[in-house]
């Protein structure tokens, strides 16, 4: 049974940062391409992150410069460092892996929200 268990969110002030964790069990680690989204109130779901196999990773635009992703095979955890963040970085973050192309798994999201 593939789980996906994010945490991390919180409060954080303007100019801040915070790290993301997502912990998977259930699957090969290291053999899936894994990614973050972010869902803001009122919006769809948005990719923000997403790192290969072999740890490459790519980033949404908004988030270039400011957010790592990182894997950790021994730990089957995926990260999300969040530097500098603004309040448009508002939202519920997921974790997410996509085993096939219409076989994916979401985590239960972790709240981040970004107020002074």
């Known amino acids: 049974q593939v789980q996906l268990v994010e945490s991390g969110g919180g409060l954080v002030q303007p100019g801040g940062s915070l790290r993301l964790s997502c912990a998977a069990s259930g699957i090969i680690f290291g053999i899936y391409p894994m990614a973050w989204f972010r869902q803001a109130p009122e919006n769809q779901r948005a990719l923000v992150a997403d790192?290969?196999?072999?740890?490459?990773?790519t980033y949404a635009d908004s988030v270039k410069g400011r957010f790592t992703m990182s894997r950790d095979y021994g730990k089957n955890t995926v990260y999300l460092q969040m530097n500098s963040l603004k309040p448009e970085d508002t939202g519920v973050y997921y974790c997410n892996v996509a085993l096939t192309t219409d076989r994916s798994f979401w985590g239960q999201g972790t709240q981040v929200t970004v107020s002074s």
């Open positions: 790192i290969s196999r072999d740890g490459r990773t």
